[in-house]
């Protein structure tokens, strides 16, 4: 069956950085969009970043821009989220996101995802 393992998040200082990985399995990885969505404490579901199934082309929330880096290693079936210069409010459980094909739905990621990881915790405070 499809699984998703995000790992990486912890506590972070202002400023620093943390990786985040998400292991694929169960499907073919080469094959579809994967995003990376936050939620931070009491609030909704926020998407961060995209990349295509080829990984010929990404997105990312203007939040984050310039900020965050997303990648994939078809090869390894994983899923990468750099993120540098964390600030307190990237505190959040961060979610890996399979989407249902090979391109990345800007404005609608929520209703094209059909499998989520579990989540990983990120914390940015002093």
């Known amino acids: 069956q499809v699984q998703l393992v995000e790992s990486g998040g912890g506590l972070a200082q202002p400023g620093g950085s943390l990786r985040l990985s998400c292991a694929a399995s169960?499907?073919?990885?080469?094959?579809?969009?994967m995003n990376w969505v936050r939620q931070a404490p009491g609030k909704g579901l926020e998407w961060v970043s995209g990349i295509y199934s080829d990984a010929s082309d990404s997105y990312y929330a203007d939040f984050v821009k310039g900020q965050f880096t997303i990648s994939r290693d078809n090869a390894k079936n994983t899923l990468y989220l750099q993120m540098n210069s964390l600030k307190p409010e990237d505190t959040g459980t961060y979610y890996c996101?399979?989407?249902?094909?090979?391109?990345?739905?800007?404005?609608?990621?929520?209703?094209?995802?059909?499998?989520w990881g579990q989540g990983t915790q990120v914390t940015v405070s002093s």
């Open positions: 169960g499907f073919t990885f080469s094959a579809y969009a």
């Open positions: 996101a399979k989407a249902t094909s090979g391109t990345v739905a800007v404005g609608s990621i929520i209703e094209e995802t059909d499998y």
